[in-house]
């Protein structure tokens, strides 16, 4: 079945300090991976996205990794912002299909 | 150039009753995407078109339709509400609908917030 889990579900931290966010599938055939910010009530925007051969790819301060052998991703961000605070969503596209998989998310909250 | 338009923000209706949801993608754009996301969830996909044909159909039951117009924009529909039918939902759009591209990138618009009571 082609599932995509992430972890934590949520996450609090100081603004300022560094967090990675956690992303594990089983999709297949895989195409491609993404990691899309949504705020609340409003539509995700994408952050990366990587296929599989790239191991790592930076957007400002938020960088990707994916290890495509183990089929886990991360999310890294440095430095957090309290605008960062969001939902961060991790996206996995099937190979010869129109299909996008769709992780539950983790809740980032960044405190002052 | 706007992104992705969708319309209206939020809808209020009650169980029974039938919605239409509406969305504009980014110009040059002829695939559309529609995505069903409950709170605390991610997006659940619905249908796509491309061409103004159906390429994709998730696990939804036929209460469901939608269809595209020769401008490239979307309608979804939902008759018979259930109160487990609100929702945000989502329209995506992108450049091509075929899975050819891995880049292929979708674009959300703001999502429409549905409350059936």
């Known amino acids: 079945k082609n599932q995509v889990e992430q972890s934590p579900q949520s996450l609090i931290i100081l603004e300022g300090k560094n967090c990675t966010l956690q992303c594990n599938y089983t999709v297949s055939p895989f195409s491609n991976l993404r990691w899309y910010k949504q705020d609340t009530g409003r539509g995700p925007v994408s952050l990366t996205i990587?296929?599989?051969?790239?191991n790592t790819k930076s957007n400002g301060r938020y960088t990707a990794t994916l290890d495509a052998d183990t089929k886990q991703s991360s999310l890294h961000i440095t430095a957090s912002q309290l605008s960062d605070s969001a939902s961060y969503i991790c996206?996995?596209?099937?190979?010869?299909?129109?299909?996008?998989?769709f992780g539950a998310g983790t809740i980032l909250r960044v405190k002052s | 150039d706007a992104g992705v338009t969708q319309s209206p923000t939020h809808l209020i209706k009650t169980r029974g009753q039938h919605v239409t949801l509406r969305c504009s993608p980014i110009s040059g754009h002829k695939s559309v995407s529609w995505y069903q996301q409950v709170l605390g969830q991610g997006p659940q996909f619905i249908f796509q078109?491309?061409?103004?044909?159906?390429?994709g159909r998730g696990n939804f039951p036929d209460r469901f339709s939608a269809r595209q117009f020769p401008n490239y924009s979307s309608e979804l529909n939902v008759n018979a509400l259930l109160l487990g039918d609100s929702a945000l939902y989502l329209c995506?759009?992108?450049?091509?609908?075929?899975?050819?591209?891995?880049?292929?990138?979708?674009?959300f618009g703001p999502g429409t917030r549905l409350t059936v009571l």
């Open positions: 078109y491309y061409e103004k044909e159906e390429r």
């Open positions: 995506a759009s992108s450049a091509v609908g075929a899975a050819n591209s891995a880049y292929n990138e979708q674009f």
């Open positions: 996206v996995v596209r099937i190979e010869n299909g129109n299909k996008l998989v």
């Open positions: 990587m296929t599989f051969s790239e």
